[in-house]
């Protein structure tokens, strides 16, 4: 009866570049010397991976600011009691103006000594800087306005807007449009270089999405101070999505 053995260590050496050029190989060694191959067809993976972008846009319904208040003074107790007065009363307006406590957030508290380097030698500390930083979200876009113009002039000059970004209270639906745009902006590319390769689009292999970005912050001036009120004009807003997909390929 005849009886497998392995091949030894160089011969399957010597039999390297044709295990990896063959779709499909087998090799076998019998007792009595003689060596089989057997070769047979095997699908060879093939495929072509493409990225697509997708966008859908809106008119905003809501609206973020981080409104930052800044107070110095000799010592850390009076620049924080400054800065305590100016967030109160920041606060205050913006509840006023129809904010809800859970849109109201403080995001930072700082202590930053101030130092004077005009002088020779080490620099000297002067004082102290007290930073408070709220996020508030509107969402009521016909208030922003009077909130952003109404909160400056209640914290005076301690209060900074450091940014305003729109945005949506459900972001689902255009968020689902953006990923099928981004499919279909994938596919699309993917046609194009099978068709110049000769070859068929076949299944979907694998989908990873790469980035989602939403609404870019934007710059609020401070024109309360003179008077005026602050305009705002939300216009639309964009959701983009970017995917990597792999299609398979046939002849």
């Known amino acids: 009866m005849n009886t ?3 091949l030894p260590l160089g011969a399957l050496l010597l039999l390297a570049p044709f295990l990896l050029v063959a779709p499909f190989l087998l090799v076998s060694a019998c007792s009595n010397g ?9 699908p060879m993976e093939t495929g072509i991976t493409v990225s697509g972008t997708g ?14 208040i800044e107070a110095f003074a000799a010592t850390v107790a009076e620049a924080r009691d400054r800065a305590a007065r100016a ?12 904010v809800a406590d859970r849109d109201i957030q403080t995001r930072q508290v700082g202590v930053n000594p101030v130092y004077d380097y005009s002088r020779p030698g080490q620099p000297v500390i002067t004082g102290y800087a ?12 016909d208030r922003l306005s009077r909130v952003i113009d109404d909160a400056i002039a209640a914290g005076g000059e301690a209060v900074r807007v450091n940014g305003l970004q729109f ?3 459900d972001r689902e639906a255009l968020l689902e449009t953006a990923r099928k745009n981004a499919i279909a902006d994938a596919r699309k590319r993917a046609e194009t270089y ?17 980035a989602v970005s939403g609404p870019v ?7 309360a101070a003179t008077g005026d009120s602050t305009p705002i004009e939300p216009g639309e807003s964009t959701i983009t999505v970017s995917v990597t997909v792999r299609f398979a390929l046939e002849r």
């Open 167 to 169: 945005g949506f209270g």
């Open 87 to 98: 967030a109160s009363s920041l606060i205050a307006s913006v509840k006023a103006n129809g």
């Open 130 to 141: 007290v930073s408070n930083i709220l996020t508030v979200r509107v969402r009521d876009l």
């Open 194 to 210: 099978a068709a110049a390769a000769g070859v068929r689009l076949g299944d979907v292999l694998a989908i990873s999405e790469t």
């Open 217 to 223: 912050p934007l710059a609020v001036p401070r024109a």
């Open 4 to 6: 497998n053995r392995l």
């Open 55 to 68: 966008e859908a846009s809106a008119a905003p319904d809501m609206a973020t600011i981080d409104l930052g």
């Open 34 to 42: 003689e060596t089989t191959v057997i070769t047979g067809e095997a």
